[in-house]
């Protein structure tokens, strides 16, 4: 389907401004516009049954990012802001079914903190704490100020690295608190913290790399049940 509104331009506007050798700062405005998928349309996988009468989707997206860099250090904080039309969720059931649906108005509003530390030349840490409001503002819709399935509130990324020579070790950890898989809030889905680890070599255009996912054998359910 096309879009309400009739415009399908998408137009962007960045500026920044460095304010010293270790400060700068940057902000993005633009607009969006998407068409469903073919999967959202008519079904990609057994639990999810398509939906042929879903419109576009659009809105526009704007963040502020304050930057610090240092020799071994950086730090980064930004606020950011999305207003949606149309909005295109994958709700879930209580039988755990799943189907792409246009939530009418939504907003996400926003605070991410990122980090990168060198602590030694071989080893370097990351890390990327984000925390969002992304809730259904549509009134017409029944769901006002529900949040949006599938968002988490917060969620927090961290990624140790240890390398020297051809050789790489890393430890990640991903962790998502605080969503739901239905629009009216009624299942909430469980909190998860994955734990993973590999090591990898490079040498002469060859890379071979080894990982061990979700270390801590932790049942994740991407969809309701299952």
Do not use: C
Not at 98 to 127: F, I, M, Q
Not at 165 to 179: F, H, I, L, M
């Amino acid at each position: 389907r096309a879009s309400n509104s009739g415009n399908e331009l998408g137009a962007q506007l960045g500026v920044g401004f460095q304010a010293s050798d270790a400060f700068s700062l940057s902000a993005n405005i633009g607009s969006y516009y998407r068409l469903p998928s073919f999967g959202e349309l008519y079904g990609s996988i057994g639990l999810i049954n398509g939906n042929p009468e879903l419109m576009a989707e659009e809105g526009f997206n704007a963040d502020v990012r304050l930057l610090f860099e240092g020799q071994a250090f950086e730090l980064s904080g930004s606020l950011f802001a999305s207003f949606r039309d149309e909005l295109i969720v994958t709700s879930f059931d209580s039988r755990g079914v799943g189907r792409p649906v246009n939530s009418g108005a939504a907003e996400v509003v926003g605070v991410e903190l990122a980090t990168a530390w060198s602590v030694t030349p071989e080893l370097s840490l990351r890390s990327n704490l984000t925390w969002q409001s992304a809730r259904s503002v549509d009134r017409a819709a029944g769901f006002y100020e529900k949040f949006l399935p599938g968002e988490a509130q917060l969620s927090w990324f961290g990624r140790l690295e240890y390398a020297v020579t051809e050789w790489t070790a890393w430890y990640e950890v991903d962790v998502q608190n605080k969503s739901f898989y239905d629009r009216a809030n009624i299942l909430p889905a469980a909190n998860s913290t994955q734990h993973s680890a590999g090591i990898g070599w490079e040498k002469a255009g060859w890379q071979v790399s080894l990982s061990a996912n979700n270390l801590g054998n932790e049942t994740v359910e991407d969809f309701n049940g299952f």
